[in-house]
T-cell receptor, first 114, second 115 residues
Framework: DGGITQSPKYLFRKEGQNVTLSCEQN?????MYWYRQDPGQGLRLIYY???????QKGDIAEGYSVSREKKESFPLTVTSAQKNPTAFYLC?????????????FGQGTRLTVV | ELKVEQNPLFLSMQEGKNYTIYCNYS?????LYWYRQDPGKSLESLFV?????AVKQEGRLMASLDTKARLSTLHITAAVHDLSATYFC???????????????FGKGTHLIIQP
């Protein structure tokens, strides 16, 4: 079945540690996104990528990094520079705007700092 | 900077009643999306509204878009308990050079429907 797979579902990070969240899609979508959700809040855009080997900062990119080496994959690294990383992270993908840019979401990764 | 405001942020209602959730946004856009989120889960797409005057219905939910007023509504008819969830609207503004450059979300409306 086509869809977006995020892993792991739960992730624990120690202070000062980098961690990488995986996002894979088999929908043949060009655009991929990472959002962060804090309790009781909406989603905020971290990074997005419209095409392989290119990505753009969203509203809250500080302390995060991404890569887009393959169309299917858009991993997010939460670095030690991110001072408050505990949140629910959602990956999404969509076609280009001209063909309808409805975004489909993965099941999310819940990251906790211990 | 695009701002998206939903109201109410919290709504408790009884089964069988009707109610409307409002979504206002600050910048010209012709693309608005409604999503549902159950506790601890991801977002499920409900409606995609792509033009002024667009109206879409699915079961007890109906969404509409007025781009001139920069307003979308999500109307619930004869609510049932299964509709309890958090509902988000999201707006897609025109990016330069085409392509999808991400959505701006409202804070969500936490809806509880009581028997």
């Amino acid at each position: 079945d086509g869809g977006i797979t995020q892993s792991p579902k739960y992730l624990f990070r120690k202070e000062g540690q980098n961690v990488t969240l995986s996002c894979e899609q088999n929908l043949n979508h060009d655009a991929m996104y990472w959002y962060r959700q804090d309790p009781g809040q909406g989603l905020r855009l971290i990074y997005y990528s419209q095409i392989v080997n290119d990505f753009q900062k969203g509203d809250i990119a500080e302390g995060y990094s991404v890569s887009r080496e393959k169309k299917e994959s858009f991993p997010l690294t939460v670095t030690s520079a991110q001072k408050n990383p505990t949140a629910f992270y959602l990956c999404a993908s969509s076609t280009y705007r001209g063909h309808g840019a409805e975004a489909f979401f993965g099941q999310g990764t819940r990251l906790t700092v211990v | 900077e695009l701002k998206v405001e939903q109201n109410p942020l919290f709504l408790s209602m009884q089964e069988g009643k009707n109610y409307t959730i409002y979504c206002n946004y600050s910048t010209t856009s012709d693309r608005l999306y409604w999503y549902r989120q159950d506790p601890g889960k991801s977002l499920e797409s409900l409606f995609v509204l792509l033009s002024n005057g667009a109206v879409k219905q699915e079961g007890r939910l109906m969404a509409s878009l007025d781009t001139k007023a920069r307003l979308s509504t999500l109307h619930i008819t004869a609510a049932v308990h299964d509709l309890s969830a958090t509902y988000f609207c999201a707006v897609d503004i025109e990016g330069t050079g085409g392509g999808a450059d991400g959505l701006t979300f409202g804070k969500g409306t936490h809806l509880i429907i009581q028997p």
